[in-house]
Every structure is written in C-alpha cells, then in structure tokens.
C-alpha cells in the first residue's frame, strides 16, 4: 500500500505542470490594451480591451469590482462598462469558465479619477514613428476633450482634429535628431501622458533629398569638391555618383555636405545620398554632375603682346594647366618657366614676325588654348631710341630756327670781353650779335688800310 501510494504521489507530481500548462495554454487570458485607459471614480466608462484567450470570459474586474455589459466581440477584443470605484490606478482581471484571472500588465492598468479633475491619459499613438520632418499621427485614451497641447518631448505638435474624449489626431513637431521622445496630453486640468510603460514617439531619419549640387561639373579624374544641398543629410553614411561612391564626405548639417568627386569616364551622371532610412537621388538636372575631360583652356593673358625678338615673360591663366607637355605660340615651341598651378603657368616667348598668334597647350587628356582674340599674343617691333635736337632759350638772340649758329670764323676761346660787359654768368653763352659786330668791325679796318694812297 505506501508503495502504491508513493508511485501515484510521483506520477501526480511529474503530470501536474502538464495537466497545468495545457489549461493555463487554453484558457489564461492576456491584455494587450486598454482604451480608453482612464474614466471618472462614478463608473460608467465604456472600455474596449484587446488582447487573446477571451472566449467564454464570465466576468471582468477592475480593482476587484465587477463591470458590467461585458460584450465578447471574438477571442481577442471584449468590452465592458467600468464600475464605480474611487480615484487610484486599479488592475485588471479577467475570469474564464475555468475561473482563472487574466493575465496582469502594468500598462492595462485603469486610471479612475474625479470628474473635477479629468487628467489625460494616453493608452496609445498611430503610428508609434514618423520623419524627423514630423507626420499626421492618432492619439487614443481618455480626458481629451478641451485638449490645449500636445509634447512630443519638449515640442509641441499641431493638433488637427479632437474627435471625442478618447480620439485625436494631430501633426507631431519636427526633430533635429533621430530617437524617441516621451507624448504628453495637456488639458484645462493639466499635463499627463501614458500609464506604465510610457508611451513613445520614435523620430526616424528621413530619406534624404538632393536640390543641388555646385559645381556640377569636374574632372575625369576626380577630386572636384563638391556641395551638395538637400534635406535629410543626418547620418548620412555614403555619397555616390554613379557607381562610384565619393571620398572626403562632410556633413555640415541636416542640408548640406561636401564631398570629392571620384574617377569616373566622362559623361553625366546621377547623384545618390544614403543614410540609415535609405537612398535619396538625382531628380533632375540640377543634381547631375558632368565629368569632363580637362583639356588646357586659356581664358587669359599677360601681358598681351611684346617684342619680335621674343624674350617677353608671359602668364598664362585658364585650367587644365596640370601635366602641361607643350605650349606653342604660332605654332613655334616656347619655353614652360613654371606650372604656377592647374591655373596658371608662366612662358618665355620665342622669336616670331609682326602679327598676333594663338597659344596652345597640351596635356595629358589633349590640346586647348586660346579660345578668342583676347588670348592671342601680339608681336611688335622694339621702339628704337632718337636723337633730339639741343634747342635754345628764343630770347637768345642768336636763335634761328631751333638750331644753334656758329660764325664760319673761329673766335678764340680768350677773346677780350669789353670792360662794360657784364660779368659772365655761369651758363656759357652762343657767340651771337656781339661776334658778328666784332668782325665787321675787323672787315672794315683792314679795308680802309688798302685804300690809302
């Protein structure tokens, strides 16, 4: 007999959990929301309850008191009208045929509370995430009639539309950062949120969107920095164009980055910005970019023009510079003296005849240059320096038309100055009036020698 009984007391122990667990599986049920979540301490409140395991419920409890007009719409929704209660958060019990109580949550709590004093309360928010841009969400719960305000954290959105005391609809707020923010309800009678656990708005990062990007051209060879202007560049975890993702990204903030270009072939090609929420591209042509092949191109030249015997130092300006093999002016080679930059580069011109010539540049992608006549270099001839005639003050008396006149006869450099002469200056003076009154004076004593008998 004791081992008949000690082999029942150990089948009984071992099919215990099973016989247990196939009921408790069959008939517990589980609350998974309330709404609304809250109603005044007279009863009264029709709530709607979801959740599983409702079939054949005999009756509900808030707080220990039996609802009444307990309606099972299917296994997983039922409603019921609240009792009276007084005013404190009470829990939630359902009983099955089987007489177990209903799983407990803290957030299928019910908040009874006085009339006078209708805090909000907020059960739950559709959708429960959205944009950093913000979007249209619905609230559900209790106390949002006369609604002033809703937080999303710190921020309030734009409410759309109080449907009753337990609907709204509103515009959550913009973020500046992706996460989640705490939703309050204020009222005339104040500010309150969601019963535990704390109903959460989730901020996601939005897809990005490109407006424009500057230059929208570059070198087949990359390296071209580039700004590209937008919205949702937060997080941003790569930049492509084409095919080829761009390398030195900087994210300055939500609208605009810069990046450099990577090698590609020449041609036009999309621009595409990923972040965590996706892609955003090119939608039209100004967030295209078109790789180029940078031949040399002279856009300017200094100075424009010098001697045809060459030797002039010249500074070329335009782009394309780098990897410069040869400049021809006229079609004669010159010498390259320095690749200032991609730029700029300085010549010497070789000798040439009269005229203005075209400038040519090679490089590595090909030839470029002059592109009008205002970078085209003029070859002129060398002003050659002329004598000038040493003129006289007019009132010198000895002035005959610019020129200086000498007497035909020398005077000696020490002939007698008249005592009433004026003491000489120090500025010498052109033998004038003074020497030709002299010599014919001489003239006319050597005449009248000759003619006495």
């Not at 016989?19 to 008939?27: C, D, I, K, P, Y």
């Not at 100004?286 to 130092?313: C, N, Q, R, W």
Request: hydrophobic residues 35%.
């Amino acid at each position: 007999m004791i081992v008949f009984c000690s082999v029942f007391s150990v089948l009984f122990i071992v099919l215990l959990p099973v016989l247990v667990g196939q009921v408790s599986a069959a008939s517990v049920p589980m609350i998974t929301g309330l709404s609304p979540s809250g109603g005044p301490v007279k009863g009264g409140t029709v709530v709607t309850i979801t959740g599983s395991g409702f079939t054949g419920t005999k009756d509900v409890l808030f707080g220990g008191k039996s609802v009444t007009g307990i309606n099972i719409i299917n296994d997983s929704q039922l409603t019921v009208i609240t009792p009276q209660h007084p005013e404190e958060r009470v829990l939630i019990s359902i009983l099955t045929a089987e007489g177990v109580p209903g799983h407990m949550e803290p957030f299928t709590q019910f908040q009874y509370a006085y009339e006078e004093s209708p805090l909000p309360r907020l059960s739950t928010i559709s959708p429960s995430s959205g944009s950093t841009r913000g979007g249209t969400v619905r609230l559900t719960g209790s106390g949002f009639t006369g609604t002033k305000e809703v937080l999303f954290g710190n921020q309030s959105g734009v409410v759309l539309d109080i449907v009753d005391d337990s609907h709204l609809s509103l515009f959550a707020p913009f973020s500046w950062y992706p996460g989640s923010v705490p939703v309050t309800v204020r009222n005339a009678h104040g500010s309150a949120g969601s019963l535990d656990p704390v109903i959460l708005y989730t901020y996601e990062y939005p897809l990005p969107e490109l407006t424009n990007i500057s230059p929208s051209s570059g070198s087949v060879a990359g390296g071209t920095a580039v700004t590209i202007t937008g919205s949702g560049f937060t997080g941003i975890t790569n930049v492509q164009f084409g095919e080829n993702s761009a390398t030195g990204l900087n994210v300055i903030n939500n609208w605009e980055l810069t990046i450099l270009t990577p090698p590609s072939s020449d041609g036009i090609v999309a621009v595409s910005v990923s972040n965590p929420a996706g892609t955003g591209r090119s939608s039209g042509a100004a967030t295209m970019f078109h790789y180029e092949v940078p031949v040399p191109k002279l856009t300017g030249i200094s100075p424009p023009a010098g001697s045809m015997d060459g030797g002039t130092v010249v500074t070329l300006t335009g782009s394309g510079f780098n990897g410069t093999r040869s400049v021809l002016l006229g079609g004669k080679p010159v010498t390259v003296l320095n690749i200032v930059n991609d730029s700029q580069l300085t010549i010497l011109t070789p000798p040439s005849s009269l005229g203005s010539f075209p400038i040519s540049i090679t490089n590595a992608y090909g030839e470029g240059g002059s592109l009008g006549p205002s970078t085209l270099f003029q070859y002129v001839i060398n002003p050659v320096p002329t004598a000038v005639p040493v003129r006289t003050a007019p009132s010198d008396p000895g002035y005959s038309g610019g020129l200086n006149v000498s007497p035909s006869v020398s005077i000696p450099a020490t002939s007698p100055v008249p005592a009433s002469a004026p003491a000489a200056s120090g500025t010498p003076k052109t033998p004038g009036f003074e020497a030709v009154f002299c010599f014919s004076a001489l003239c006319a004593i050597i005449l009248l020698g000759k003619t006495r008998p």
